[in-house]
């Protein structure tokens, strides 16, 4: 039961643009959220966090809006940099967090 | 100095062995855990211990077995290796417990299990 889910494997955006990556979740309990950021052969790296009192938190180019009537959330990065490109991990939850499996973001120079 | 170490970073054994990946934080947390990345990316966690005390374990077969002999350092013995344990370990420490705001997980850079 994927409670957690990205349903975009994968996602190209031009350098200087806007990149938009997306998470569902199923249950209604989960309080708090958090996105990571993973290049090859590392392990996943916290970028920014929100809790469910909250539809809004921004950390300089990042921002994740959360929708909890509509169980998703959502990043933002603006500007998207050649850097940026990694896999993005979105996980949700109460005394243990559910991960999803992840977009791929190739932010293209 | 890395934050969350784990050795070793590849593993590659046989069926029916036994091995251990070990994992030590120098973030001063007091919860550490191990979660599973399996072929389909699923990262799912496994234990989860609280000061040297488990407080979760998913259901793992008993052949996973989590030791913690003091809260910087977390290892995982698995016995009897099975071609489906085949994943990359990751573990991962926190300031608190999941779900505590502000309190995120810091992961290590994983341990590439082969089982053959």
């Known amino acids: 039961d994927q409670q957690v889910k990205q349903n975009s494997p994968s996602l190209s955006v031009q350098e200087g643009r806007i990149s938009i990556l997306n998470c569902d979740y199923t249950?209604?309990?989960?309080?708090?959220f958090l996105w990571y950021k993973k290049y090859p052969a590392e392990g996943p790296t916290f970028l920014i966090s929100i809790s469910s009192i909250k539809d809004k938190n921004e950390d300089g180019r990042f921002t994740v809006f959360l929708n909890k009537s509509a169980k998703h959330l959502s990043l933002h990065i603006v500007p998207s940099q050649p850097g940026d490109s990694a896999v993005y991990f979105c996980?949700?939850?109460?005394?243990?967090?559910?991960f999803g499996t992840g977009t791929r973001l190739k932010v293209l120079a | 100095d890395t934050a969350v170490s784990q050795t070793p970073k590849y593993l590659v054994t046989q069926m029916g062995n036994d091995k251990s990946i070990k994992c030590e934080q120098n973030?001063?947390?007091?919860?550490m855990y191990w979660y599973k990345q399996d072929s389909k990316k699923f990262l799912k966690i496994m234990f989860s211990?609280?000061?040297?005390?488990?407080?979760i374990n998913e259901t793992v077969p008993n052949r996973f077995s989590p030791k913690s002999p003091d809260k910087a350092h977390l290892n995982l013995h698995i016995n009897s290796l099975e071609l489906g344990d085949s994943a990359v370990y990751f573990c991962?420490?926190?300031?608190?417990?999941?779900?505590?705001?502000?309190?995120?997980?810091?992961f290590g850079n994983g341990t590439r299990l082969t089982v053959t």
């Open positions: 996980a949700g939850g109460t005394y243990k967090y559910i």
């Open positions: 211990y609280n000061n040297k005390e488990l407080i």
């Open positions: 249950n209604s309990m989960f309080d708090y």
């Open positions: 973030l001063g947390h007091d919860t």
């Open positions: 991962a420490s926190s300031q608190e417990g999941q779900g505590a705001f502000n309190s995120p997980l810091h």
